[in-house]
């Protein structure tokens, strides 16, 4: 089966909402993703199957000038650990990079450690956090 990775690709928010349940284990809640992400976001991508149902996602914030932040990653739990949110991520640096951005930034929790540091290619660095 043929997955293809979209910029700024067009999803609905029933899928997406869908995703994101499947991807981080909660209900599946009502949110207005394209409403969010025309507000905030440089843009995101879509990956989808041959048959096109949304199997992957990934959010790219940004400042409004070269810096790019990667947000709500998530891969269907059927779909990991075959290479989904590596592309999914490469994908969201080249559109960042073509977008003239210099940095792109993510924070994660440890249990992601190796998926950013080593199947995306980020580096550790110095940083800080509020928990507000």
């Not at 690709?9 to 009502?30: E, I, Q, S």
């Not at 999914?88 to 924070?107: F, K, P």
């Not at 950013?116 to 507000?132: H, N, R, S, V």
Request: glycine residues 10%; charged residues 25%.
């Amino acid at each position: 089966m043929t997955i293809t990775y979209e910029w700024r690709g067009d999803f609905d928010n029933t899928a997406l909402n869908a995703l994101h349940a499947d991807g981080f284990g909660h209900p599946v809640a009502r949110s207005d993703w394209r409403e969010r992400l025309e507000r905030h976001s440089l843009g995101w991508v879509c990956a989808r199957e041959d048959d096109g149902s949304l199997i992957g996602f990934v959010n790219v914030a940004w400042d409004g000038g070269v810096h790019a932040f990667v947000l709500d990653t998530v891969v269907a739990q059927h779909r990991r650990a075959k290479g989904v949110g590596a592309a999914l991520v490469a994908t969201a640096a080249h559109e960042a990079r073509a977008a003239q951005c210099e940095w792109l930034h993510v924070d994660f929790e440890e249990h992601l450690r190796s998926f950013y540091f080593d199947a995306c290619g980020f580096k550790e660095t110095a940083a800080g956090l509020i928990a507000l």
